[in-house]
C-alpha cells in the first residue's frame, strides 16, 4: 500500500547542468498526465512500479528465473524472455539480479531522504543551483512536490521545476512561491495537434502558465522542435503570443528532439519508437531560431 | 593556421601573424626536430678524461656546451636563448664521451627566478665569490669553484647570443635586454621575461628541466609598472609573453622518445597563476589573464598550468579561467590554496614561506628555489594483494575487518619504512649513522644549484642537502583500489557473510573465472570511493591517515623531510602486469585507478561526488599532494550553463578543501579518432597526470589508458 508521505521517484541525478542554472540536482518524480509521442524518459510515464529490463547487462545466470512466483522469466538457449503479462512488480527477481539487468521503475522515498541526496551537493550549488524537480510530471504528484519544496526553501536550498503545466489549478497559489524557475514545456500551439501528439489539451497548460506568471512566478519557456510535426507557423506564431503576454519569462530554449528516448522503451518491454524523421537539423534549427526572433522573442 | 580545439570550438585570435607563425612551427616540430641534428657535445678528445674526478668532467661538459652548442635566432622572436641539444631533451647533461652520456641531469624542482629577475646573475656570482672564500682549504672548496666555473660558462653562451645579435637587423630589443639581463635586475617587463627565459634556457641547454613557478607573481609588477609609465602596451606585453610560451615548445619533437611512450611534452616546465604572497595578497594581475589569453589561443599544453584559488578568488577569474578549460587539453589545473598552505604550515614550514609555495614540475607541492625535492612510490594494491593476503594463499584467515585492517597496517608500515633505509642509504655519507648525519657524494648539477637557494652558502650540491629544504616524500599508489578492495571484502566477507575468506581467496586466484554473478553482484551493489558513499570513503580517510602518521614517525630522523603524498602519475600501467584480480571486481593486470582517483569505470555519481569522496580524507596530512583527475564530456560544459557549472564545481572543490585536480575537457571518441588518424590531431593535448602530452606522441598502451579513463570516468 502506498503511503502520502512517499514520493514516487524514478531517479535522482547528481551534477546537472542543463535542468536550469548553476550546478543542479534533478529529481524525477514518476507519472505523467501526458503521452508525448517524443517522450524522452517514457519510464516516467505511468505511476505503476514496472520492472525495467536492460538485456545487455543480463549475463544469463538464470536467478530471475528461479526465484520468479509467476514464471514471468524464462531462459532460451540465447535469449532472455520476460512476459510482463505475467509480471505483478513484486520485484523478487530484480533482489535475485547479479548484474543490474533487472531494476524497478519506481522507488518510494521519503522527503527526507531525497534531501539527504540533494543536500550532498550544497558546495557546488553557489547562488545558481539547486534542486530540480522533473520527470515525469511533478505536479501529478502535486502534494508530494510541494513538500519537497517547501523542505527546500526551509534549508535555503534554490528551486527549479520543469512541468509540462498539465496539472491542478488549484496548487498554483502555493506552488509559486516556492519555485525560483519554472522550466515550462510549450510542446504544441495547435490545439488539434497538441492533443493528437501528446493526448491532451493545451488550454489548460497555457492557462496555468499566465496564472503562475500573473502570480510573479519565473519562467523559461521550453520548447521540443519536432520535424514536421510542431516546426510550423502556427506554432512559432503561438510561441511568440505566449512570449509576449508574460511578464516574468526569462527567454525561450528550443530543444531538437532527438532519438534517444525511443530507446528507452526496450527496457520496458516495448519497440523503439524513436523517429529519425522527427529530428531536425541544425538548418532546421537555425531558420526556426530566426523566425521566433524576428518575432521579438528573446532565445537563449 | 588553425591552433587544435578538440571539441570543435573555435580560438580568439588576439596575436600578430608573426608570432602565430612562430608558435605554429614551434608546436609543428620545427625546434625539437632542429635540436635532434645535434644530440650532444664530444668530450672524446679528453686524454685525461678517466682520471678526471666527475665533478670535474661535469665542469668540462658544460664549458663544452656553452661554447659549442649551436646558437639559434629563430625568424621574428622578442626573447634569445635556446636549449639545442637533443640530448637534453632526454634528461640527460648533452655530452658524451665514448658515446656514452656523461650524467643525468635535474627534474622535479621549481629554481629560484626570483633572485634572477630582481637581483640579477651579477648578485648570484657574488654569494659564489663569497662562498669560494669561505670553502677555500675545505672539502666544499671544488663545489665551490665548479659554481664560479659554471657562472663563467653562462657567461660564455651569453656573450655569444650578444655576438650573433648584434649584426643582425630586427633584433636591437633583444641585443638591448640581453646587454642587461640576466646579469642586472630587470628594469621593465620585457626585459624581466628575457631573465626569466635566458636562465630557463641555460638550465634546460645543460639538461634539466626546471619548471617556471608563479609567472604572475614574478612579472606583474614590472607590467604593472610599465603599463602605468605607457612603456608598453597590453598588446605588445601579450606578445612578449606568448613568446615565452612559444620558446618553451622548442622541445617539441613529435616522438615519444622518453619514460615509455609517455609523450614528448613532458620537461616537467610548470607555471603556478594566481593565488596570495607572502603577505596573504592576491597576486592575480594582468600578467595572469595575459597568460591565459595565450593558452587560449594556441592551446600550448607544453608549460602544464596551475592556478591557485581560494575561498575569496574572484568569480571573474574563474569565469575566464572556466573559458579556457573548455578547451580542453587539460591545460589549467587547480589548487586549493587554502589547504595547501594549512598543509605545509601544519607540516612546519612557517606561514611565509607555506604561502610561497609551488610544484616541482608535476604538482607535487614545494617551497621554490630552495627545495630538494624527490618522490617515491609504492603500490598499496600490491602490498594487500601480495604482503597481507600473501597472494591470496587459501590458508589466509581473518576474524574480522578490523584484523585485516590492523595486519595490513603493518605491511603498509613496512614499505614506508623499506624506503626510509633505502633512501637513507643512498644518500647518507658511507661509514656514518643517521643521527650524526652527512650528506654522501651524487652526481654532480653545479649548474641547477646555483639557482636553489642554500647551495652556493652552504657549499653543497643540490642533492648533496644543499637547499634548504631536502624533502623525500613517499607516495601512496594504488589508493582507491586497496581501499576498494577492504571495503567489498569487509562488506561481503564480514557483513553479509556472503562468502567466507578462504572462498573469496580462491575466487581471487582463480580471477574471477567460473564467478560470473559473484563479480556481477559485487559491481553493482558497492558503491567503491568516487561515488560520495561514507562507508567507503571512511576507510580511504582512514588509509591516508594511518599512511601520513607513519611517515611523520620517521620524520626528523636525519637531514631530510619525509612529508606523505599520494601519486601514481602512469605507474597504475607498469604495475598492472603485478596484480591479481581484486575483490571490487576487476580481474588481474588491469589498469586501475591513477592518483587519489577513482576506479575507473566505478564512478557513477558524476563529478560532485567524486570530489565530495576526493574531499573526505584529512588532506592537510598530504604535504606533497593529492591529486585528483576529473574527465568532463564537452556536452556537460556546454554554453553559459557550462561555464557555470564548471565555476561551480571549483568552486565547491575549493570549499570543500580539495588540495589539487586536474579537469580535463575531452570526448574519448575523439581520442579514438586522434589515434586512427593522428595525422590530423597533431596539438591534441591530454593531462596524463602531474603533465600534458600531445596524445599522438604517448605509446598506443598510454593512449588506450587515456581512452579508458575518459570513456568510463
Known sequence: MKKDNLISVTEIQRFCMHDGPGVRTTVFLKGCPLRCAWCHNPETQSTAQQILYYPQKCIGCGACVAVCPRGAHRLTEDAHLFDRALCQGCRACVAACCSGALEPSRKEMTVEEILTVVEKDRAFYGALGGITLSGGEPMAQPENALALLRECRRRGIGTAMETCGYFDASYLEALVPLVDLFLWDFKDGNPARHREYTGVDPARIRQNLCRVDALGGVSVLRCIMVKGVNMQEDHYEAIASLWHSLQHCKHVELLPYHAYGGSKMIPLGMEDNGRREWIPSEEDMETAKNILIKKGIRLK | ?713
Not at chain 2, 668540462?60 to 637533443?86: F, H, M, N, V, W
Not at chain 2, 646573475?121 to 666544499?140: D, F, M, P, S, W
Not at chain 2, 620558446?247 to 615519444?256: A, L, M
Open chain 2, 1 to 713: 593556421m588553425t591552433f587544435y580545439a578538440p571539441n570543435g570550438r573555435v580560438r580568439p585570435v588576439r596575436l600578430s601573424e608573426s608570432t602565430r607563425q612562430f608558435a605554429w612551427d614551434s608546436l609543428n616540430q620545427k625546434y625539437g626536430q632542429d635540436a635532434l641534428k645535434t644530440m650532444a657535445i664530444s668530450m672524446d678528445d679528453l686524454e685525461n678524461y678517466e682520471s678526471m674526478t666527475k665533478l670535474e668532467r661535469y665542469d668540462e661538459a658544460i664549458y663544452r656546451i656553452a661554447t659549442q652548442a649551436p646558437i639559434r635566432i629563430c625568424p621574428d622572436e622578442k626573447l634569445s636563448g635556446a636549449a639545442t641539444l637533443g640530448m637534453a631533451i632526454n634528461h640527460r647533461v648533452p655530452a658524451t664521451y665514448g658515446g656514452k652520456t656523461v650524467t643525468y641531469s635535474i627534474s622535479h624542482l621549481t629554481i629560484d627566478f626570483e633572485t634572477v629577475v630582481k637581483y640579477g646573475v651579477n648578485h648570484i656570482r657574488a654569494k659564489a665569490e663569497a662562498a669560494l672564500q669561505t670553502h677555500l682549504g675545505t672539502e666544499r672548496e671544488p663545489f665551490a669553484r665548479s659554481c664560479i666555473h659554471c657562472l663563467n660558462c653562462l657567461d660564455l653562451w651569453h656573450q655569444r647570443y650578444l655576438d650573433a645579435l648584434s649584426s643582425m637587423p630586427g633584433y636591437e630589443a633583444n641585443y638591448r635586454n640581453l646587454q642587461r639581463v640576466p646579469h642586472q635586475p630587470a628594469s621593465n617587463f620585457y626585459e624581466a621575461v628575457q631573465s626569466i627565459w635566458f636562465i630557463f634556457a641555460f638550465n634546460r641547454l645543460c639538461g634539466n628541466w626546471p619548471g617556471v613557478g608563479r609567472l604572475d607573481y614574478l612579472l606583474g609588477d614590472y607590467l604593472e609598472k610599465d603599463l602605468r609609465d605607457g612603456t608598453v602596451t597590453l598588446d605588445e606585453a601579450r606578445e612578449i609573453l606568448a613568446h615565452f610560451f612559444i620558446k618553451g615548445c622548442e622541445w617539441i619533437t613529435g616522438n615519444s622518445n622518453f619514460q615509455n611512450g609517455s609523450g614528448d611534452a613532458q620537461h616537467y616546465q610548470n607555471i603556478l597563476l594566481c593565488g596570495i604572497d607572502e603577505n596573504g595578497k592576491e597576486v592575480t594581475n594582468q600578467v595572469t589573464y595575459l597568460a591565459l589569453d595565450v593558452l587560449e589561443e594556441l592551446g600550448i599544453s607544453d608549460y602544464p598550468t596551475s592556478v591557485r584559488l581560494n575561498a575569496n578568488t574572484d568569480p571573474k577569474l574563474l569565469r575566464r579561467l572556466a573559458e579556457v578549460m573548455r578547451y580542453g587539453g587539460g591545460i589549467l589545473a587547480v589548487y586549493g590554496e587554502d589547504t595547501v598552505i594549512d598543509s605545509l604550515t601544519k607540516y612546519g614550514y612557517s606561514l611565509t614561506e607555506a604561502r610561497k609555495f609551488a610544484n616541482d614540475g608535476c604538482w607535487e607541492v614545494q617551497v621554490p628555489g630552495k627545495t630538494f625535492f624527490a618522490y617515491i612510490p609504492f603500490d598499496s594494491l600490491r602490498v594487500l594483494q601480495e604482503k597481507t593476503l600473501k597472494g591470496y594463499a587459501p590458508d589466509r584467515a581473518f576474524d574480522s575487518f578490523e584484523d585485516l585492517y590492523a595486519a595490513y597496517l603493518v605491511n603498509v608500515q613496512e614499505a614506508v619504512e623499506a624506503i626510509y633505509r633505502d633512501r637513507t642509504s643512498k644518500l647518507l655519507k658511507p661509514n656514518f649513522r643517521e643521527h650524526e648525519w652527512q650528506w654522501g657524494e651524487q652526481k654532480p648539477c653545479t649548474v641547477i644549484s646555483l639557482f636553489e637557494g642554500g647551495c652556493i652558502e652552504s657549499g653543497h650540491s643540490y642533492v648533496e642537502g644543499g637547499p634548504v629544504y631536502n624533502v623525500l616524500s613517499p607516495h601512496i599508489g594504488g589508493l582507491a583500489d586497496a581501499v576498494n578492495s577492504l571495503y567489498v571484502i569487509k562488506k561481503l566477507v564480514f557483513d553479509e557473510k556472503k562468502l567466507s575468506f578462504a572462498e573469496l581467496m580462491t575466487v581471487l586466484t582463480n580471477n574471477w573465472e567460473g564467478n560470473e554473478p559473484l563479480r556481477q553482484y559485487v559491481i553493482k551493489t558497492y558503491p567503491l570511493y568516487g561515488n560520495d558513499n561514507d562507508e567507503v570513503d571512511a576507510i580511504y580517510a582512514r588509509l591516508l591517515n594511518d599512511f601520513s602518521a607513519f611517515c611523520r614517525q620517521l620524520d626528523g630522523r636525519c637531514d631530510y623531510k619525509f612529508p606523505a603524498g599520494v601519486s601514481t602519475f602512469g605507474r597504475q600501467l607498469e604495475w598492472a602486469p603485478f596484480r591479481m584480480a581484486s575483490p571490487h571486481g576487476r580481474r588481474a593486470h588491469e589498469v586501475l585507478a591513477g592518483n587519489t582517483s577513482p576506479t575507473p569505470g566505478s564512478d557513477r555519481e558524476g563529478a560532485t561526488a567524486i570530489i565530495r569522496s576526493y574531499c573526505k580524507a584529512d588532506l592537510v596530512n598530504l604535504p606533497t599532494g593529492a591529486a585528483l583527475d576529473l574527465k568532463l564530456l564537452p556536452s556537460s560544459v556546454e554554453g553559459e550553463d557550462g561555464l557555470d557549472a564548471l565555476v561551480a564545481l571549483l568552486q565547491g572543490f575549493v570549499a570543500l578543501g580539495g588540495f589539487f585536480m586536474q579537469p580535463d575537457v575531452v570526448d574519448a571518441s575523439v581520442l579514438r579518432e586522434a589515434q586512427e588518424h593522428p595525422e590530423d590531431y597533431q596539438n591534441l593535448s591530454v593531462r596524463v597526470s602531474g603533465w600534458n602530452a600531445r596524445f599522438v606522441t604517448l605509446c598506443k598502451e598510454w593512449q588506450d589508458m587515456v581512452i579508458d579513463q575518459h570513456e568510463k570516468g
